[in-house]
């Protein structure tokens, strides 16, 4: 099976944000052998909360979605690898924390649904979109080599 070298949007949450989560959570995905090409702090808008939500307006869900998400800053990521939409979906776990896998970030550190420390893009069309809407391009690195490279990617 070909695997494909791609990126894709994480987000830690204000609740994994505020808990002291950020190097843990950053850490599950460097030990994956994902490399980060992205990372800031910031306050999500309500403007900003509304675009990256918007498929989801009109939901009983959404309004407090965009006030949890506005409450308090997030660090935004963009992760590069093999599959990395996929990886790092298994990686983040089920969006219940009661229903993820033993292992994963939000089994580990989530504690219910509406609080689930991390998002993740779900395609790489919606990772395009969502890196995109939190990154301007000048802010991704697109070439920089890790001497651990060779021992991750396929040759």
């Not at 070909?2 to 994480?10: K, Q, V």
């Not at 009109?58 to 409450?71: H, M, R």
């Not at 790489?124 to 651990?148: C, G, K, N, P």
Request: hydrophobic letters at 40%; charged letters at 25%; one cysteine or more.
């Amino acid at each position: 099976m070909m695997m494909s070298l791609e990126r894709t949007f994480i987000a830690i949450k204000p609740d994994g944000v505020q808990r002291g989560l950020i190097g843990d959570i950053i850490s599950r995905f460097e030990t994956k052998g994902l490399k980060l090409v992205a990372l800031k702090l910031l306050r999500v808008t309500d403007a900003l909360a509304e675009q990256h939500y918007g498929e989801h307006k009109g939901k009983p869900f959404y309004e407090p979605l965009v006030a949890f998400i506005t409450s308090g800053p997030i660090v935004a990521m963009v992760w590069e690898g093999r599959d990395a939409v996929a990886v790092c979906r298994q990686l983040n776990g089920a969006t219940d924390p009661e229903k993820a896998t033993p292992g994963t970030i939000r089994f580990d550190f989530g504690q219910i649904a509406q609080r689930n420390i991390v998002h993740g893009s779900d395609s790489v069309t919606s990772a395009e979109r969502e890196i995109h809407l939190f990154f301007d391009d000048d802010e991704i690195l697109d070439h920089w080599d890790r001497t651990v490279d060779p021992w991750i990617l396929p040759l």
